[in-house]
């Protein structure tokens, strides 16, 4: 996370990740408007194969119905 501060009076407004913000500086009333430069990476996650069966249940064998009589 990245200090949020003011431009006018660089007082610390907040903490956090952002792609547009607007927040009013309570000390000195200055409306800051912020946009990020570019959008942050992606966080790194494990890859999605379209299959949405769990890996330990692709080894169990699937129980069958058997036909009612």
Wanted: hydrophobic fraction near 25%; glycine fraction near 8%; charge should be positive.
């Amino acid at each position: 996370m990245q200090d949020i501060r003011c431009g006018a009076c660089h007082r610390k407004l907040g903490a956090g990740e952002y792609l547009r913000l607007a927040i009013k500086c309570p000390r000195c009333g200055t409306m800051n408007i912020l946009r990020a430069e570019r959008p942050a990476p992606e966080s790194r996650r494990a890859s999605y194969s379209g299959d949405p069966t769990h890996e330990h249940e692709r080894s169990r064998p699937r129980a069958t119905q058997s036909p009612a009589p």
